[in-house]
């Protein structure tokens, strides 16, 4: 399996509060993603890095800002987090821009705003 | 704008029985296409993946894969199911680009369920 850690696992948390998710990558891929997972949309891209401060919008990135200050490090922060917010959060990592790389996904934060 | 359909939200089988998941794609040029397992609580698997060649593919845990041009469809196949293979799956379509490396839209999924 790829070397993917995210953290937290979980995480409760009230409306309005800060959070940050933490991805963790030890295979040196370029590319590294955020999603979310809700029921009947699959996954949704949030964010995208394809450097170490090199950072882009993916479809729903509203309400998200991600910084990559490091290869190894790609985080995602909640700036005041919402309830529409709650959901399940996955991190994946790729290592060369051709379509046929395909993606490695972590173990999923699973975040709960009350 | 490319996109993923998967009709079936959810579907239910018995042990060792066939099973077929459909995918349909929208994409203009050709496409690059993947299926993803996910079982309860676990991050996504890959399960195979298409970009040419034999458009019959292969992939773990016994899985295949047949993609058709002409109908647009990847749909995803399996001789004989058993209980383990009950999860969520997911069909993909990838665009590669050097800003954003395989960019991959996803369908919405397709629940399995196994019956004993």
């Known amino acids: 399996d790829a070397g993917i850690t995210q953290s937290p696992r979980h995480k409760v948390t009230e409306t309005g509060t800060p959070v940050t998710l933490r991805c963790h990558q030890t295979e040196n891929h370029r590319y590294m993603y955020w999603y979310r997972q809700d029921p009947g949309h699959g996954l949704r891209l949030i964010h995208y890095s394809y450097g170490v401060k090199d950072t882009d919008k993916g479809e729903v990135s509203d309400g998200y800002s991600v910084s990559r200050s490091k290869t190894e490090d790609f985080l995602l922060t909640l700036e005041s987090a919402t309830s529409s917010q709650t959901s399940v959060y996955f991190c994946?990592?790729?290592?060369?821009?051709?379509?046929?790389?395909?993606?490695?996904f972590g173990d999923g934060t699973r975040l709960s705003i009350l | 704008a490319q996109s993923v359909t998967q009709p079936d939200i959810h579907i239910t089988v018995s042990e060792g029985a066939s099973l077929e998941l459909r995918c349909n794609y929208s994409y203009g040029a050709t496409p690059y296409l993947f299926w993803y397992v996910q079982s309860p609580g676990q991050g996504l698997q890959l399960l195979l993946k298409?970009?040419?060649?034999?458009?019959l593919v292969q992939g773990i845990k016994g899985f295949e894969a047949e993609f058709k041009r002409s109908q647009s469809s990847f749909n995803l196949r399996k001789p004989s199911v058993h209980w383990s293979d009950a999860a969520e799956y997911f069909c993909a379509v990838g665009a590669g680009s050097p800003h954003a490396g395989n960019m991959l839209t996803f369908g919405g999924g397709t629940r399995l369920m196994v019956k004993p």
């Open positions: 298409y970009f040419s060649g034999d458009t």
């Open positions: 994946a990592i790729s290592q060369q821009s051709s379509g046929n790389q395909p993606q490695h």
